[in-house]
């Protein structure tokens, strides 16, 4: 085994590792095992630093294939691909994981399930990063799924507070349809290549490629869910219910990623009607979420719609073919809004409170915080000398150079620009609202601020500098870390970027710092206005969905389920109709005929359809259940063997061999004579021999 596999392999397994100790540590030791998860996450760190630069610096692509196992003749295999986009983004899901696994000893140290809490963090990183090494899609799906689940349970980790677990609820169902996407893609991927790995893929001819368009809507579909593009953004707002650290290390580097650096991956199966739909999806779902957020009063929310928000404009650099750029926006938006995150956490654990109009004045009470929150929400609004501005300004001067002289490509590019501005002015409004308006009463005029809790914001604050990136902050081409050539900037749509973000920041100081913004006449206006509550409510597309998917179909389940639903069709049209058909023509017998048989067989059927489906339930559903509540029942009696025989034993072997050896000591001090000058002769015996030897 060459180093290249020995730090592959421990940059993944160190934080699985870690959800191992942290799972066995959590009843006894839980405070043990968070810094224990910790440190080793910050060796991951180490060893995924040391690959990225054997594969960045040295310019290096390493592969390696296992075989899992053979179906038919058909043998299936684990492949491993490291190239530089996996390398890059293992050492930003490392780096973020260690500073949200840091920060959060701090934030969550009153937490009585800490243990659980940091061995979900664990698995979830390890997850992440072995979904970034695999080449096979069967194997990017696995830990896809995987990723998702981890998800599910870090959403609803206070899952008490029933907010919480129907927020991790409805995460789950909208990524299921994601999921369905994903693997029908991968099933038509298959059949068209008889393989699942991309490497193999894409060296073979894709002229003949009959499912490309259905290949494309599925990864799509993949996208759309994990990386809360529209129609299936709904889910991550409502994702805020989970602790604040999780937000920052899945709303930002990592899981809302996964769904940008498969269309990275996949993006020569796409055909061009589908790169032009991912464009029309990325302008809208970047436009709505910015005006979304303008409205909302929930600090964490306001982050939220951003963030889907920022991958809109990922999701449209793919859809026009720059997939460097929509990489190099997705790491800058890591860092910064991980530090947004982050430095939100600070603000809520300080006092307790996630209403912005109930705060104000923290850049007194907390100035290592404001001064990090204010480095990442200057670069995610664009302003020149951070790193969104290079990044974002990349993806709008592209965009400009692909709408060429088409009349309706012209229209995205100035919605994008105007989103720009929207981008301004919400994070702006926060930022007044949170740190420069006159604070309420109820303020404190100083909070305490641990290393635990503002290292990691400094560390973030750094990486979302522009000078990080670029040894010029103005002109993105000089970027080292990314190969950005080809690509060309429009100084003159740089500078109106610039001035956007300037005015909007300009502009929402202005609106928001007074005393009491509610009494503004201008926001009295606004807050009454039909637009408002669209922004508020997402433009009620929760609602919707609600009352489409949720509500009919539980209306039709209770109606389909009820006998006294047949029964009523039965008698209506059965006995009534049929006692009535000799007083009508013959025409109208035969439709009543139709009718009858027709309504009969729904009937039937509706019943059949019943019968299997609680037929499946029972012998199904239920045994999967059943097995899986026997497989962690087992896990926990493992559990609690090792605790009750291991590492109790162990605790009391300790203190026995205390009590054995102060039973020692004790007798040589019990004012015998003989006693002392029996240990003297002992002790001039054992420095003897020392000195012989």
Request: proline share 2%; with cysteine; net charge positive.
């Amino acid at each position: 085994m060459n180093q290249t596999n020995i730090l592959i392999y421990s940059t993944a397994l160190l934080p699985f590792f870690s959800f191992l100790l942290c799972l066995v540590l959590s009843k006894h030791f839980f405070k043990q095992a968070a810094w224990i998860g910790t440190g080793l996450v910050f060796l991951s760190i180490i060893s995924s630093s040391l690959l990225f630069k054997d594969i960045w610096i040295n310019e290096n692509t390493y592969t390696d294939v296992f075989q899992w196992f053979s179906l038919k003749g058909k043998s299936f295999e684990i492949s491993i691909w490291i190239d530089k986009t996996s390398a890059l983004l293992l050492w930003v899901v490392s780096l973020v994981s260690f500073l949200v696994h840091l920060f959060s000893i701090s934030y969550m140290e009153k937490e009585k399930h800490l243990g659980r809490y940091f061995a979900l963090l664990g698995v979830f990183t390890f997850a992440m990063q072995s979904l970034l090494l695999s080449s096979n899609l069967l194997i990017i799906y696995i830990f896809w799924e995987l990723v998702g689940f981890c998800s599910y349970l870090l959403i609803g980790f206070w899952h008490e507070k029933p907010a919480a677990a129907h927020a991790a609820k409805k995460a789950f169902l909208v990524n299921r349809v994601g999921d369905t996407g994903f693997l029908l893609a991968i099933v038509l991927v298959w059949f068209s290549f008889n393989s699942l790995d991309l490497q193999v893929i894409s060296h073979q001819n894709f002229g003949n490629l009959h499912f490309a368009f259905f290949i494309g809507i599925g990864f799509v579909l993949a996208l759309c869910a994990k990386s809360a593009q529209l129609p299936l953004s709904v889910w991550l707002p409502s994702a805020m219910e989970g602790p604040t650290p999780v937000s920052a290390l899945i709303h930002a580097a990592t899981m809302v990623a996964a769904g940008i650096y498969l269309l990275i991956r996949v993006y020569f199966l796409l055909p061009a009607e589908i790169l032009s739909f991912l464009v029309i999806i990325g302008t809208a779902t970047a436009f709505f979420s910015a005006f979304s957020a303008l409205s909302q009063t929930d600090i964490k929310k306001v982050l939220a719609y951003s963030t889907i928000s920022q991958l809109g404009y990922m999701t449209v650099a793919l859809g026009i073919g720059a997939t460097q750029i929509a990489l190099f926006h997705l790491l800058t938006h890591a860092f910064f809004k991980a530090g947004l995150f982050l430095c939100a956490g600070a603000i809520i654990h300080a006092l307790h409170e996630q209403d912005m109009n109930k705060m104000g004045g923290l850049r007194k009470a907390m100035p290592i915080t404001f001064v990090c929150y204010s480095i990442c929400a200057f670069s995610l609004a664009g302003l020149p000398l951070f790193s969104g501005f290079l990044s974002k300004d990349l993806i709008l001067s592209q965009v400009q150079l692909w709408a060429g002289a088409s009349g309706w490509k012209w229209g995205i590019l100035i919605i994008l620009v105007l989103t720009s501005l929207l981008t301004a002015i919400y994070i702006g409004r926060q930022w007044s609202l949170v740190f420069i308006k006159t604070p309420s009463e109820n303020t404190p005029t100083k909070l305490s601020e641990s290393f635990i809790s503002f290292f990691p914001l400094i560390v973030l604050a750094i990486f979302s500098v522009g000078f990080f990136y670029s040894s010029n902050p103005f002109i993105p081409e000089n970027s080292w870390i990314l190969v950005l050539e080809g690509y060309e900037v429009n100084h003159w749509l740089s500078m109106l970027s610039a001035s956007m973000a300037v005015f909007g920041l300009f502009f929402a100081w202005c609106l928001y710092s007074c005393e009491n913004v509610r009494q503004n006449a201008v926001m009295r206006v606004v807050l009454n206005s039909p637009l408002y509550r669209f922004s508020y409510h997402f433009f009620y597309l929760d609602a919707f969905y609600t009352k489409l998917f949720y509500r009919s179909w539980t209306w039709f389940s209770q109606k389909i389920t009820h006998i006294s639903f047949l029964d009523h069709l039965y008698e209506k049209y059965i006995i009534d109709e049929g006692l009535d058909l000799t007083k009508h023509n013959e025409n109208l017998r035969i439709n009543k005929l139709r009718k009858i048989f027709d309504l009969t067989v729904l009937g039937f059927v509706a019943v059949g359809w019943a019968k299997r489906l609680a037929t499946f339930d029972n012998r199904r559903l239920d045994r999967l259940v059943n097995l899986l509540g026997i497989f962690w029942v087992s896990i926990g009696y493992v559990t609690a063997w090792i605790d009750k025989y291991l590492i109790d034993s162990f605790v009391k072997i300790l203190t026995i061999l205390a009590l054995r050896i102060g039973w020692v000591v004790k007798s040589m001090q019990g004012g015998k004579v003989q006693l002392y000058f029996a240990w003297a002769i002992v002790g001039v015996l054992i420095v003897y021999i020392l000195l012989a030897l």
